[in-house]
């Protein structure tokens, strides 16, 4: 019993995040989920970039959403990428990791041309969600969720709470409709800004930035703040 109590509140202070890349013969299409379970809270967002115009805009989204929501636990799927085997596989994955900085998280998941069909149906989707929110008599699941009109985030967010369901679907018990991030209710820094100015944790060690200089936090609580 105590350690399933000790497992429970690990778990609680945990933020989990799932992106899902998707590319095609002209666009990049992102979609991105956030769910972080000692809140109740989750967050979804979408982006699509022209390949021979802007490829890097997709990279570039990816890597603040993960900055700003302090992921600690990493999915990631990306979709219909021309690989011939297992060392151009490698390949993507390395760059990927490379230009995300995702050797500061713990990658659950790290997958390309694996995400299961029946994630994309509407039916499959519909259905998973039920099991999470409440039924509405006047709106489907995903309607409820308005995420109807954005079929990456709904891709994303419905592959991550199928992912931390199958785990203990108690994590799930409470969660809060997903708020939609916004753009323009952020600064716009490009890509690892943050880190650049040394604004957030970069390495182990103290005052090596100024969120440690000014965090004076005790508890747990706090530090989750």
Not at 12 to 29: A, F, G, M, P
Not at 153 to 174: P, V, W
Request: proline letters at 3%; charged letters at 25%.
């Amino acid at each position: 019993k105590l350690n399933e109590h000790a497992d429970l509140a690990e778990a609680r202070r945990k933020v989990w995040q799932q992106v899902c890349l998707e590319i095609d013969q002209y666009e990049i299409s992102v979609g991105l989920a956030a769910i972080d379970i000692s809140t109740n809270t989750s967050v979804v967002y979408e982006i699509s970039s022209i390949r021979n115009k802007r490829p890097e805009y997709s990279s570039n989204e990816i890597y603040r959403f993960l900055q700003t929501h302090n992921c600690r636990e990493l999915v990631v799927y990306l979709e219909n990428f021309k690989v011939s085997g297992e060392a151009e596989e490698n390949k993507f994955k390395r760059y990927f990791e490379n230009v995300l900085e995702l050797e500061r998280y713990n990658i659950y998941e790290f997958l390309i041309n694996s995400l299961p069909k029946e994630f994309s149906k509407i039916s499959y989707q519909q259905k998973l969600l039920s099991k999470v929110f409440p039924k509405q008599l006047d709106s489907t699941p995903i309607e409820y969720l308005n995420l109807e009109h954005y079929p990456n985030a709904m891709l994303s967010y419905t592959t991550l709470i199928d992912f931390i369901y199958k785990r203990n679907e108690s994590y799930l018990s409470q969660l809060k409709k997903p708020i939609w991030w916004e753009n323009n209710k952020h600064l716009t820094l490009t890509h690892n800004a943050i880190s650049q100015l040394y604004i957030v944790n970069n390495k182990k060690g103290k005052n090596n930035s100024l969120f440690n200089i000014i965090n004076f936090t005790i508890t747990n609580q706090g530090k989750r703040l």
